[in-house]
């Protein structure tokens, strides 16, 4: 009798540890951003548009994205509260994602539009990843995946008021 309660402990703590492991992104005023990001970002994008800020998560701790567009690009850049850069989102167009990350897309969601996508670099420049938005039907859902057309996480997006 303890095997099946024991089990059920086990799925209920990977399925909340998994959870966490998802970032939610919440919007942010400039004035409650750390002194340190915003001077990093300023330093590095002294012309950026358009500029929003949430706070959000990575590996557990409080880090800062922030969306803007620099010579007409859109985009997103994290930062860990002490002004380090953790990765840099860049728009491109859908012809540049790489074949295995296309066709991964098309063949999990092959009904779904692609929204928008975001090559994704860590602070060496190096691409790490994808992050493809798509539409299907009414839902949204963020899709992340490796440059080898792994997924690595897809959630849906909630409606954005």
Do not use: C, W
């Not at 074949?99 to 691409?127: I, L």
């Not at 490796?146 to 996480?153: A, K, L, R, T, Y």
Request: proline share 6%.
């Amino acid at each position: 009798m303890k095997r099946p309660i024991l089990i059920v402990a086990v799925i209920a703590a990977v399925v909340l540890e998994s959870g966490a492991a998802i970032a939610r992104e919440k919007p942010l005023h400039k004035s409650k951003m750390p002194q340190a990001v915003l001077s990093a970002f300023q330093k590095a994008h002294p012309n950026a548009k358009n500029v929003k800020y949430e706070e959000e998560s990575v590996d557990g701790e409080a880090a800062y994205e922030i969306d803007f567009t620099d010579d007409g690009q859109k985009i997103d850049e994290v930062y860990r509260a002490d002004g380090t850069l953790v990765e840099t989102e860049r728009t491109i167009k859908t012809n540049e994602l790489p074949e295995p990350v296309m066709q991964t897309v098309k063949q999990r969601y092959p009904k779904a539009k692609v929204d928008e996508v975001f090559e994704v670099s860590n602070t060496d420049g190096k691409v790490i990843g994808y992050e493809v938005q798509i539409k299907e039907g009414k839902r949204e859902r963020e899709v992340e995946l490796d440059p080898n057309g792994n997924i690595q996480e897809s959630d849906v997006k909630p409606k954005q008021p």
